[in-house]
């Protein structure tokens, strides 16, 4: 189980030589000495387009490494871990839906999702189809991903996240295609889950926030 993320004086290396500079200079992230986020809060970053809130979600997850200074999971610095561990993190504790989505086009909406649970077993077939029905793409569980439109690939992509355990979510711009009734749904799904597993969130925004209850808003 991972309690706590924290980002010791982390800055992407796009950014060096711009130290005191914007977006650098009041970032409540990059170069700061001890930013943790905790097990159980949820946090929404508020970031403009270039100021690397996607590079902060693939740092965490551990796809890229192209930063100055440390990120830490209870303690142990992430550049020491092998490919082991971020398997055993990315299939226990981390779950993560990109801003990309990566569904692949050709296969339907349940193969996307069954991707996914069969490496972790954590829903059932009759609980995937719920959550598809309680998005209101219930319907589309047999047509190719490809052909869905861009809002509901992205509610198929979030069931897809959450089909694990996690300690922590990372989403990354996750209602950015959705309309404000659909954006609730999504978060009280979003919201369910993760207090159900006692999980943070952290998650990203630049214009259509995520309606999440009791947030952190930090400013990238």
């Known amino acids: 189980m991972t309690e706590e993320i924290s980002l010791r004086r982390v800055l992407p290396h796009v950014f060096r030589g711009s130290e005191n500079e914007l977006p650098v200079r009041d970032s409540q992230l990059w170069l700061q000495e001890n930013m943790t986020f905790r097990r159980g809060t949820y946090y929404l970053i508020e970031a403009e387009s270039g100021t690397g809130k996607s590079s902060l979600c693939s740092y965490i997850y551990g796809s890229r490494h192209d930063y100055d200074g440390k990120i830490l999971f209870d303690g142990a610095d992430a550049r020491s871990f092998g490919i082991g561990r971020w398997c055993e993190l990315r299939r226990r504790s981390l779950a993560y839906l990109p801003q990309e989505m990566g569904l692949f086009p050709e ?114």
Request: glycine share 8%; proline share 4%; net charge negative.
């Open 107 to 220: 296969l339907t909406v349940m193969e996307n999702i069954e991707i996914k649970n069969r490496l972790t077993a954590h829903k059932s077939g009759n609980e995937i189809v719920s959550l598809l029905e309680r998005l209101e793409i219930g319907e589309k569980a047999g047509e190719p991903a490809g052909r869905l439109s861009v809002g509901q690939q992205q509610r198929v992509a979030i069931i897809r996240a959450l089909c694990q355990p996690f300690d922590f979510l990372l989403i990354d711009e996750p209602v950015s295609h959705l309309d404000s009734r659909n954006n609730q749904a999504v978060a009280e799904l979003i919201d369910e889950e993760a207090r159900r597993l006692g999980a943070g969130i952290i998650a990203t925004s630049v214009g259509n926030k995520i309606k999440l209850p009791d947030y952190e808003l930090l400013r990238l």
